[in-house]
């Protein structure tokens, strides 16, 4: 894992690339309150670290909590401290950028994009076509949010988000 600190404060970014084990994390020194989309840290929740992990397109595993869990802890991560993502998109291609707001607050953006399955809501797709690939974002903003500007702040990604898919 190679490590490398973010412009926040309190924060590191570390990226392990050995083909599909290959994930990124974002670290704190402190729990950070967070919502999530995915099963590993769903919901609300406070955690330490992030995580955003690469599995083949293949991926099917009976147990998915159970998987993931055991391979947080083969790389030495408390997965009761860990919010995860699954994406089949290539994370050597991750995106990330930063933005200082107007009165100091910085927001920080991580991006993985897997656009070979691409769908988009009512349309009809075949079962042969349902594997894992997404569009992963973590955000990370320096400051408290209230339940509304959480849920404002994941409006506004998807709204980014879909801008970029559609330019």
């Known amino acids: ?15 392990a690339s050995r083909g599909y084990e290959s994930y990124f994390l974002i670290e704190s020194k402190r729990p950070l309150r967070t919502l999530n989309s995915s099963m590993w ?3 609300f929740g406070e955690f330490r670290r992030l995580m955003n992990r690469q599995v083949p397109k293949q991926y099917a595993s009976d147990d998915p909590l159970a998987e993931m869990n055991a391979f947080m802890k083969e790389k030495g991560f408390d997965p009761q401290n860990t919010a995860a993502l699954l994406t089949a998109a290539s994370l050597a291609d991750f995106g990330h950028e ?19 399955n691409k769908a988009r809501a009512g349309m009809t797709c075949d079962v042969s076509s349902l594997f894992p690939g997404t569009i992963n974002t973590v955000l990370v903003i320096e400051g408290r949010l209230t339940d509304a500007a959480f849920v404002n702040a994941v409006i506004t990604a998807t709204e980014a988000k879909t801008a970029a898919l559609q330019d």
């Open 1 to 15: 894992m190679v490590y490398s600190d973010v412009p926040l404060a309190g924060f590191r970014f570390g990226f």
């Open 98 to 116: 930063q933005l200082r707001l107007p009165g100091g607050t910085d927001v920080c953006a991580w991006v993985t994009a897997g656009l070979s």
């Open 41 to 43: 840290g769903e919901g």
